[in-house]
């Protein structure tokens, strides 16, 4: 048998690689391994382990629609704690993610002050974003989690899945913001972003929802 070390270990932006049969010891292992402070991105669902390096185009449109999430959390004065790439796991589902950005909103006040997190005692996030460009998101992972809500980005569309007996079904509308067009506004100013930079297509979709808010 051959070893290699993770170390040697070498993905190019944009790809990635998949491992069979991996333990549920031997993931723990490689994310410990990996640390933190890495640019690699892992998923792990019964057995089937992912590493990938996103591309830049990747990680550009991930902040974008964090951003757009947070203003219209702050313009509906809903409360909220963020905690980006963190690696979710639970064993017993032998899931791990790592989502592009994540949201405790219904549960933020439990999450207040937390550092790190274990879903045997703490609450999965609320919402959860994936940004699809080069590769499908596990979503049988997410359902291992128990996330409640997943918003998926592909080819200038959002996607909303929403959990319902376990696993994931495609919405129109977002939970979380019921009486507001999630779909349409994301996909708009993510392409506002494209054209006049990222800063005017925020201020523009502040003022977008403001606009909207005023009209209920």
Not at 58 to 80: F, P, R
Request: with cysteine.
């Amino acid at each position: 048998m051959v070893t290699l070390q993770l170390k040697q270990l070498s993905i190019p932006p944009g790809q990635r690689v998949q491992f069979l049969d991996v333990s549920w010891e031997d993931f723990e292992a490689i994310v410990d391994e990996l640390g933190e402070h890495r640019g690699l991105r892992v998923a792990y669902s019964q057995g089937i382990l992912e590493i990938g390096m996103p591309l830049a185009e990747h990680e550009k449109a991930k902040v974008i629609i964090g951003d757009l999430l947070k203003i219209l959390l702050d313009e509906l004065e809903m409360n909220w704690e963020s905690f980006g790439s963190t690696t979710f796991k639970r064993r017993e589902m032998k899931s791990g993610i790592e989502p592009d950005d994540c949201f405790y909103i219904q549960n933020h006040q439990v999450m207040i002050g937390k550092m790190r997190i274990d879903l045997t005692v703490d609450p999965a996030p609320d919402l959860a974003i994936e940004v699809d460009l080069t590769s499908k998101t596990q979503l049988s992972a997410y359902e291992g989690l128990r996330i409640p809500e997943l918003w998926r980005y592909e080819k200038g569309k959002l996607q909303i899945n929403v959990l319902r007996g376990g696993e994931y079904v495609e919405s129109q509308t977002s939970p979380t913001f019921p009486k507001f067009p999630v779909i349409e506004g994301i996909a708009q100013f993510l392409e506002v972003a494209g054209t006049a930079g990222t800063s005017a297509a925020l201020r523009a979709f502040r003022k977008w929802v403001r606009e909207r808010l005023a009209t209920d």
